[in-house]
């Protein structure tokens, strides 16, 4: 049999330095709104819960409540483990959030206000921009940059609006 050898050789520094930053933007998350999902989702809970005793009553709508809450917090908890489905858990937590005014009142009110803040929130959140150069290399905006671009938006701006 033939044995093969792999080659090891060391990391580069760019190498090592993508590694590294794809690591630590993996574990950043938008707290803020991922805290207001989880909060709504317990004050969507909150009248269902109280009310269980009411479930099994013809017409009632209290199952729905507890389901609008658990799958909002569950929204903001699984958004807690996998950051990378933020975006999408936000609006998920958004759409469940006002239709938990079916079942739960949207927790008066409070929760509705909540899941739609906290998931516009983490819709609006994305992973930070890398601050150093590319290694030299340009933008993909043309020869002159992202600079570039912002001032041939600005100069059409005024050209339409003089």
Known sequence: MRETTVEKRPLSDSEFSLRTDRRVDEKKRP??????????????????????????????FVFAGILFGVLVLSCGVIGWLMPQYVRLLGAFAMILSIMSMIGALGGLIIGT???IVGGALCIAWGPASPSRENNGQKEHFGSGGIRSTERDAAAT????FK
């Open 157 to 160: 701006w005024k050209q339409w």
């Open 31 to 60: 707290k803020l709104g991922l805290t207001l999902v989880c909060l709504s989702g317990l004050a969507i809970l909150w009248i269902p819960v109280n009310l269980y005793w009411m479930a099994f009553v013809p017409g009632s």
């Open 113 to 115: 206000l909540l899941g």
